[in-house]
């Protein structure tokens, strides 16, 4: 790629697709394995991998970190925004939640534009603003009124747009792996203390998916992270939504889930959404060169 906002739309888009085949797999462990478990066995992959990549060197370079504060609140950020999302998904209608949940690119950008001060051009707000009526079209919810699991999703999605702009000012100043490995040993922590409680002996095809979650987790954060480093905030949020094609695309290879015509507009809505900042970021590059 020979700019960092086009090598950031890839990494990003990349991190999002693995991240909805991590969730496949998730909801086919969650029907005999906990999910404290799951999220337990999905850190240990990833700090095992990086640990085993990085060494003694890596661990100093986290221990010494100027920024490890900031990194710490970021992942409790995120543990709540899990916590959330889990609890009022549990109570709410799939389509319900997933609606609810992408509101976080529209408030991610909000706050690039209030904390990082970042230059939201007209076409970035629109490719938000049709990615969630794309959204909204593709997920149908009727019927929804203001409710304690409806608040919750809302935290959620307002807690993760929170820690991907906390993301982008980490990402600015420390290493990509020292960013994950601190994000997963809290994580690990966090889980573990769950797991001591919720404990499941897996057999050697959970405990193989198990190990698969964590290697495509692994994956989509490194991407993930690496790619808020290559670009804006305001540019990187309406590709969150492609990851609800991708649920439509495994939820019918893997549990044969057949399309509605809604879905299939309301996808088209999406990748139109993404191809609005594609043209516009390569026009504003034409004309700046």
């Known amino acids: 790629m020979k700019n960092s906002v086009s090598l950031g739309i890839l990494l990003t888009s990349a991190a999002y ?19 404290w478990q799951i999220l337990f066995f999905r850190s240990l992959t990833i700090l095992l991998g990086y640990l085993a990549f990085g060494r003694g060197q890596l661990i100093r ?42 509101a976080a690119p529209v408030v991610g950008t909000m706050l690039a534009w209030f904390i990082l001060k970042e230059e939201v051009t007209p076409a970035r707000w629109l490719a938000v603003g049709v990615g969630f009526l794309g959204v909204l ?24 747009a929170g820690a991907m702009v906390l993301l982008r ?6 290493k990509t792996i020292v960013q994950l490995v601190v994000s997963n ?19 050697t095809t959970q405990l193989a998916l198990l190990i698969a979650t964590g290697v495509v987790a692994g994956c989509a954060q490194f991407a993930l992270f690496e790619g808020m480093r290559q670009a804006p905030v305001s540019v990187l949020a309406p590709f969150e939504y492609t990851s609800l094609i991708w649920a439509f695309l495994l ?22 959404a993404g191809l609005i900042i594609i043209v516009s970021e390569r026009l504003r590059r034409r004309i700046t060169a």
């Not at 950020?77 to 319900?96: D, N, P």
């Not at 997920?139 to 307002?158: D, E, K, R």
């Not at 922590?189 to 002996?201: D, E, H, I, S």
């Not at 015509?261 to 999406?270: E, S, Y």
Request: aromatic residues 12%.
């Open 251 to 272: 939820g019918y290879l893997i549990w044969a889930d057949i399309p509605t015509p809604n879905v299939v507009f309301g996808a088209a809505m999406i990748l139109a």
């Open 17 to 35: 697709m693995a991240f909805t085949f991590h969730d496949a797999i998730i909801k086919i462990l969650t029907s005999s394995i906990p999910v």
């Open 185 to 203: 040993v809290f994580f690990l922590v966090m889980t573990g203390v769950a797991v001591l409680y919720t404990w499941k002996t897996p057999d």
């Open 169 to 174: 000012k980490t990402s600015l100043h420390e």
């Open 61 to 102: 370079q986290t221990i010494t970190s100027p920024i490890i504060k900031p990194m710490i609140a970021r992942s409790i950020l995120l543990l709540c925004a899990w916590l959330s999302y889990y609890s009022a998904a549990s109570r709410l209608q799939l389509a319900e939640v997933t609606t609810l949940y992408f």
């Open 137 to 160: 079209v593709a997920c149908n919810p009727m019927g929804l009124t203001i409710s304690w699991p409806v608040y919750l999703a809302l935290q959620a999605a307002v807690l993760w």
